[in-house]
Nanobody
């Protein structure tokens, strides 16, 4: 079984930054894709960013220029650097790791942007 553990969430003021981490329990990470998603109260889960195993990166339009996804395969860990945070970025952030056959999710970490 593969487990993912997110960390790094919290309360931050508008314009601030947070760095989320996603630790994967097994060394499959290097051949799996990394995804970050978020879900705000009353809304559907939406994709934030994807970093594929072959190095392709995509971002949702609403985070382009503010968020940066990265991965350290040696540490089996993915990251989401979030800058210039806005109140509308408030949500539970989830990471997943996936390939064509399997998808594994973390438990989520709360990010709250408020003054």
């Amino acid at each position: 079984q593969v487990q993912l553990v997110e960390s790094g969430g919290g309360l931050v003021q508008p314009g601030g930054s947070l760095r989320l981490s996603c630790a994967v329990s097994r060394s499959i990470f290097s051949i799996y894709n990394l995804g970050w998603y978020r879900q705000a109260p009353g809304k559907q889960r939406e994709q934030v960013a994807v970093f594929t195993s072959n190095g392709r990166i995509t971002y949702a339009d609403f985070v382009k220029g503010r968020f940066t996804v990265s991965r350290d395969n040696a540490k089996n860990t993915g990251y989401l650097q979030m800058n210039s945070l806005k109140p509308e970025d408030t949500a539970v952030y989830y990471c997943n790791t996936f390939n064509s056959w399997n998808t594994y999710w973390g438990q989520g970490t709360q990010v709250t942007v408020s003054s």
